[in-house]
C-alpha cells in the first residue's frame, strides 16, 4: 500500500514537471509569449520555494527570512550586471559581469554565506523565537537594501539588457524560460538527493526528536546549520533568475511579505513533497494573473484555498493529487 502511494505521488509529481514545459511551448507556438512569461515566473518561484522546502519541509525550520536569501540573489546579480554595464569596478576593484553562471556562483555564495551567519545565531533558538529572529535578520537587510542610494535604496536598481548565457538568446522569452526550468529540475533533483540520503533521514529525524539524534552522536546543530544554509543557496540562484527576469532589483524582494508568499507555496503544494512548491507556485502565479485583473483582493481568494488546504488536506495539493497525506 505505501509503494502504490509512493508510486501515485511520483506519477503527480511527474506530470506537474512536464506540464510546465508543455505550456510554455504550446504558448510559444500559438504566439503568446506572454505566457512563457508566466510559466517562467512559476519556475523561478519553485526553485525558490524548493530551497525553503528543504528547510521547513525536511528539518521543519518555519524560516521567516528567506526573503532575505532571495533578495541578496538578486541584488547579486543587480549589482554585477550594473557593473559591467557601466564599466565601473566593483569594490576592491572586481569587475562586474554580465555571465549568468558566473553571477549564480556569486548569488550562490553570497547566499550561503549570509545563512551560514544568520543560522549560526537564530539555530540556537527553536519555535516562535527561531521564526522571529529570521524575520528580523531578514528585516535588518531589507533596511539596509533602502539606505543603500548607490544601488538605487528605495527605488531599486534597473538592469537595461538581460544577462547572457553562452550559446543561448536569453532576450527571447522561451530560451530563458528553458534555462529557469532546467535549474528547477536541478534543484528538485537536488532536493530528492538530500530527502532520500543519509544526511536527510538525520534531518528529519532531528526535526522530530533532537534528543534521540544526540544520543546516536550526531549533532542536530550543525545539521540544521547546514540544511539552512543548502536551503539559502538554492533560493538565492532564484533570486537572480527572478532579477533578470523582471531586469529590476528591489528591496521588495527581501521584505517579510516575500518571505510569507514562499511559505505559502510549500504549504499550499504539500510541505516536504517534491513538486509541493512547483504546485503552489503554479497556483499562486495563476491566482494572480486570472483573479489579478478582476479585484484587488485576489489574495482573499488564496487565503481561502490555503485555509481549507491546511484544514482537510495536511499533504497540499500534491498530497491531495495523490490520494494520501505523508509525514515524516
Known sequence: MRRMFASREATVSLTLLLALPAAALVAQASGETFYVT?????????????GLNLALGLGGLVS??????????????????????????????????????????VALVASGLAAAGIGAISLR???????????????????????????GGEDGLSIFVRNNFPGVNTLKPLPYFLICFSLLV????????????????????????????????????RIRLAAFVLSAMMTGVAGALYV??????????LSWQMSGELIVLVVLGGTGRL????????????FEFLLGGMT???????????????????????GLLAGRARHG
Open 38 to 50: 508566466l510559466a517562467t515566473r512559476i519556475a523561478i518561484l519553485a526553485l525558490a520555494a524548493t
Open 64 to 105: 521567516f527570512g528567506h526573503a532575505a536569501f532571495f533578495g541578496i540573489g538578486g541584488y547579486a546579480c543587480g549589482i554585477l550586471a550594473i557593473h559591467a554595464y557601466n564599466g565601473e569596478p566593483m569594490i576592491f576593484g572586481f569587475p562586474g559581469t554580465q555571465t549568468m553562471p558566473v553571477i549564480w556562483l
Open 125 to 151: 533558538t527553536s519555535g516562535v523565537y527561531f521564526i522571529m529572529i529570521t524575520l528580523a535578520f531578514a528585516q535588518m537587510i531589507y533596511y539596509f537594501a533602502i539606505s543603500w542610494p548607490a544601488y
Open 186 to 221: 536541478a534543484g528538485l533533483f537536488f532536493f530528492k538527493l538530500v530527502r532520500d540520503s543519509r544526511f536527510g533521514a538525520a534531518l528529519q529525524a532531528a526535526r522530530q526528536n533532537p534528543v534521540r539524534v544526540a544520543a546516536l552522536g550526531i549533532a542536530p546543530f
Open 244 to 253: 533578470d527576469l523582471n531586469r529590476f532589483v528591489s528591496p521588495s524582494m
Open 275 to 286: 513538486a509541493g512548491p512547483l504546485a503552489g507556485a503554479a497556483l499562486y502565479v495563476l
Open 296 to 318: 484587488e483582493r485576489w489574495q482573499f481568494f488564496l487565503g481561502l484555498i490555503l485555509l481549507l488546504v491546511v484544514l482537510f488536506a495536511r499533504g497540499g495539493v500534491v
